[in-house]
Structure formats: C-alpha cells, structure tokens
Nanobody, 116 residues
Framework: QVQLVESGGGLVQPGGSLTLSCVAS????????MSWYRQAPGKERELVAS????????RYGDSVKGRFTISRDNDKNTVYLQMNNLKSEDGAVYYC???WGPGEYWGRGTRVTVSS
C-alpha cells in the first residue's frame, strides 16, 4: 500500500533552518510528482512546494519562495524540503503528498515550530 512518512520537524529559532524528509513506499516513486503542503492551527492547508517526477520542474508557494527548496532522490524514494530563514509564520504541520497538487495519499505530517 502507498505510504508516505515525513520526518525532520522540530523546534527552531527564527532565522534558523530545517530539512524535512518524506520517504515513500508502495508505489513507483519516480513515476509521480510530489508536493509538500502545510497546515497551521486554524488555517487551511496550503501548498508549500511541488517537484516533478524527474525533478526538472519545481514550484513554490509565494510565502516560501527564495527560502525553501524542494528536491528528491529517486534512488532513495525520498523527497526533501530544505527550509531556510524560518519565520514564526512557517510554524505548521508539514505533509507530503503524491501529486503535483493535493493528492489522494498523504503522510501523517511532521510538526515545525518556529519560536525563540
């Protein structure tokens, strides 16, 4: 069955960095685009970034452009989200999904807290 397992979240100070990982299993990873979404308390889930199956095309939400980088390693069935210059408003639960947009399958998420 399709499984997506996120990790790498935690507590970080404003201006700090974190790298999230999402390990996929149960499907042919290199045949699918992948995306990261996030959801903060009381807010709707929003797109963070997407990456094409061959990693040649990426897109980012406006609020993270220039600070976050999405990448993937098809040999490791893993998609990454490098987050730099984190702000308090980046605090949320981050999810990966198997799609260019909101997909059918989601992981359980990893929580990122940005606080001093």
């Amino acid at each position: 069955q399709v499984q997506l397992v996120e990790s790498g979240g935690g507590l970080v100070q404003p201006g700090g960095s974190l790298t999230l990982s999402c390990v996929a299993s149960g499907f042919t990873f290199n045949a699918y685009h992948m995306s990261w979404y996030r959801q903060a308390p009381g807010k709707e889930r929003e797109l963070v970034a997407s990456i094409s199956k061959t990693a040649d095309v990426t897109r980012y939400g406006d609020s993270v452009k220039g600070r976050f980088t999405i990448s993937r390693d098809n040999d490791k069935n893993t998609v990454y989200l490098q987050m730099n210059n984190l702000k308090s408003e980046d605090g949320a639960v981050y999810y990966c999904t198997r799609a260019w947009g909101p997909g059918e399958y989601w992981g359980r998420g990893t929580r990122v807290t940005v606080s001093s």
